[in-house]
């Protein structure tokens, strides 16, 4: 879509820019970006104001979308997605948010061509994989601690780092 790739420009900027470089210096250490003269409440403010514009554009697209607007449907269940989507990609940059839906959505997609009831020949129940089932809620919840326990950077950052690692053989 062409507003959410044109969504991506002003991201870009805010996050090089000098509000930007503040705001990466609060997230990092407080402390030191207050010593260093960064007026905390002012660009936390700021920073809260532009999520909250993101986020109603991301409502706006998404009632553009599909002709209605109803809070019932985004529950727990897509929070964590969302959340896992983002902690995949790499939580440090832009493009990581990109990549993790995107390999969320292609995981998603395996995961509902590939059932434990075809492979196995399973009755449905616990073992179903299905949106709301238990072993499905039981299997995001570890697959978002195991990433974010051996890859914190996602695989945006494991990529960057095999890429530096073949360059330098």
Not at 34 to 57: D, R
Not at 129 to 145: C, D, F, K, M, N
């Amino acid at each position: 879509n062409r507003r959410a790739r044109d969504s991506r420009i002003p991201s870009r900027n805010i996050v090089k820019s000098r509000a930007g470089r503040a705001v990466i210096a609060i997230k990092e250490n407080q402390i030191g970006a207050a010593v260093s003269g960064v007026p905390l409440t002012t660009y936390k403010v700021i920073t809260f104001g532009i999520s909250a514009v993101f986020a109603a554009m991301g409502g706006w697209m998404y009632a553009l979308l599909f002709s209605e607007a109803n809070p019932n449907t985004f529950g727990p269940a897509l929070a964590i997605a969302l959340l896992l989507a983002l902690v995949l990609g790499g939580v440090y940059t832009l493009q990581g948010a990109l990549v993790g839906s995107l390999l969320y959505v292609f995981l998603d997609d395996l995961r509902t061509r590939v059932t434990l009831t075809s492979v196995a020949g399973w009755r449905p129940g616990f073992f179903q994989i299905s949106e709301g089932s238990p072993l499905t809620q039981a299997v995001l919840g570890v697959a978002l601690i195991l990433i974010a326990f051996f890859a914190p950077g996602g695989v945006v950052f494991i990529a960057r780092r095999v890429r530096a690692s073949l360059i330098r053989v």
